[in-house]
């Protein structure tokens, strides 16, 4: 009947509430996830959750242990379809009002945590004029390599890869750069780089909210952005500034990392919040957005980016890289939701074996 007063069935109405409620997702937000087969249900996950695969396993089974179930993680598409670097699936800005609050650090570490969860990534490094990404991979003399003088082929570190000014010009030169020339130069590394086929390509922006960070952010087609903070004041009040102009520029903030939140001695296991303690749940709050990880100040953390050493996968089972796996996937989630509500740019539906 084409018009009918009944409600629609919900669809795979034993298995969806349950792939819902694992990820705390509306029920409409995953039923296109599920597709029939001939001998049971294919669902495909569209964001980088690889280690959920197993516990979401056991929990749908419980529902229905009758029923033969594959599950796969296939990163949807985000974004806009018609912008260029059609192989990128996702770009993701990762930002700060303030310097020196930890972003680039964050930036690696969320890299190693997607990388883990099963996500091919790269980073490009947007800090003109203070480039670490290639000291914190761990290769700061190497350079990209050419075979035509135009494109360069990003360099490799952890499975991860990435580009950086800094592997091009000495720190000195790029210091002094003004505005235009480093718009252009970021404008040179996103598309004169040979991305392999990427799930997220994470951005390190330079710090704060000025002329250069406003024309990145409307040059440079992101399709959400991440605000790194510590809980500190006067590091809030710059990351407020940040939202407010992703905001203008309607790029969707994704979420607020709240860097260095506390310090756990590793003597007695005290806690204490060096910085202030809930300053990043007071801003997530305010402007509606979430709370994607809270990092502990702990020197690890340190000493491996000093050493451009991978901490994620080295210790892969400790609480810092629990902590960075944790607000990886939180990222991965919030994007895939906020791209559903650019119906032309997703592709995540899985096809029935019909
Ligand atoms: N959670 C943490 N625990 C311990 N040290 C940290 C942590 N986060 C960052 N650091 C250290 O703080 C310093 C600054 O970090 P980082 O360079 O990532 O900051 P940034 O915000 O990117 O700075 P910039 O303003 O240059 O862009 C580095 O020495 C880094 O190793």
Same mark, same amino acid.
């Given at each position: 009947m084409f018009f009918s007063s009944s409600k629609t069935k919900p669809a795979h109405p034993d298995i969806n509430p349950v792939l819902a409620e694992f990820f705390k997702l509306k029920p409409e937000q995953t039923e296109r996830w599920i597709a029939a087969q001939k001998d049971g249900v294919l669902i495909n996950l569209p964001?980088?959750?690889? =280690?959920?695969l197993e516990p979401l396993r056991e929990a749908l089974l419980k529902a229905r242990p009758d029923i033969k179930l594959t599950l796969t993680q296939k990163t949807a598409f985000s974004g806009d379809?018609?912008?260029?670097?059609?192989?990128?699936r996702n770009l993701v800005a990762i930002a700060s009002g303030k310097g020196g609050v930890g972003k680039s650090t964050t930036t690696i570490n969320l890299a190693l945590a997607l990388q883990q969860e099963g996500a091919r990534v790269g980073i490009l490094?947007?800090?003109?004029?203070?480039? =670490?990404i290639p000291i914190m991979l761990g290769n700061p003399d190497q350079q990209p390599g050419t075979e035509d003088n135009k494109h360069m082929q990003p360099l490799e570190a952890h499975g991860l890869v990435a580009n950086s000014i800094g592997y091009l010009v000495p720190a000195d030169d790029a210091a002094i750069w003004r505005g235009p020339m480093a718009s252009k130069a970021l404008q040179q590394l996103l598309n004169e780089t040979l991305w392999p086929e990427l799930d997220y390509l994470l951005i390190d922006m330079p710090p704060g909210t000025g002329d250069i960070q406003l024309t990145l952010a409307q040059q440079v087609p992101v399709s959400g952005t991440v605000v790194v903070t510590t809980p500190q004041n006067i590091a809030l009040a710059d990351a407020q500034k940040a939202i407010a102009m992703f905001n203008k520029v309607h790029v969707p903030v994704l979420g607020v990392i709240e860097n260095m939140s506390y310090h756990q001695c590793s003597q007695c296991g005290y806690k204490e919040h060096l910085f202030a303690q809930g300053g990043g749940e007071r801003i997530s709050k305010q402007h509606q957005v979430s709370l994607l990880g809270q990092i502990p100040l702990d020197i690890h953390i340190r000493e491996y980016t000093d050493l451009g050493k991978s901490l994620i996968s080295e210790q892969g089972d400790s609480p810092i890289s629990r902590a960075y796996g944790h607000a990886a996937r939180a990222l991965a989630k919030e994007l895939y939701v906020s791209t559903l509500k650019q119906p032309q740019a997703i592709d995540v539906a899985v096809r029935s074996e019909e």
């Amino acid at each position: 009947m084409f018009f009918s007063s009944s409600k629609t069935k919900p669809a795979h109405p034993d298995i969806n509430p349950v792939l819902a409620e694992f990820f705390k997702l509306k029920p409409e937000q995953t039923e296109r996830w599920i597709a029939a087969q001939k001998d049971g249900v294919l669902i495909n996950l569209p964001f980088a959750c690889e =280690s959920q695969l197993e516990p979401l396993r056991e929990a749908l089974l419980k529902a229905r242990p009758d029923i033969k179930l594959t599950l796969t993680q296939k990163t949807a598409f985000s974004g806009d379809a018609r912008r260029g670097l059609r192989q990128i699936r996702n770009l993701v800005a990762i930002a700060s009002g303030k310097g020196g609050v930890g972003k680039s650090t964050t930036t690696i570490n969320l890299a190693l945590a997607l990388q883990q969860e099963g996500a091919r990534v790269g980073i490009l490094d947007a800090d003109i004029y203070g480039p =670490s990404i290639p000291i914190m991979l761990g290769n700061p003399d190497q350079q990209p390599g050419t075979e035509d003088n135009k494109h360069m082929q990003p360099l490799e570190a952890h499975g991860l890869v990435a580009n950086s000014i800094g592997y091009l010009v000495p720190a000195d030169d790029a210091a002094i750069w003004r505005g235009p020339m480093a718009s252009k130069a970021l404008q040179q590394l996103l598309n004169e780089t040979l991305w392999p086929e990427l799930d997220y390509l994470l951005i390190d922006m330079p710090p704060g909210t000025g002329d250069i960070q406003l024309t990145l952010a409307q040059q440079v087609p992101v399709s959400g952005t991440v605000v790194v903070t510590t809980p500190q004041n006067i590091a809030l009040a710059d990351a407020q500034k940040a939202i407010a102009m992703f905001n203008k520029v309607h790029v969707p903030v994704l979420g607020v990392i709240e860097n260095m939140s506390y310090h756990q001695c590793s003597q007695c296991g005290y806690k204490e919040h060096l910085f202030a303690q809930g300053g990043g749940e007071r801003i997530s709050k305010q402007h509606q957005v979430s709370l994607l990880g809270q990092i502990p100040l702990d020197i690890h953390i340190r000493e491996y980016t000093d050493l451009g050493k991978s901490l994620i996968s080295e210790q892969g089972d400790s609480p810092i890289s629990r902590a960075y796996g944790h607000a990886a996937r939180a990222l991965a989630k919030e994007l895939y939701v906020s791209t559903l509500k650019q119906p032309q740019a997703i592709d995540v539906a899985v096809r029935s074996e019909e």
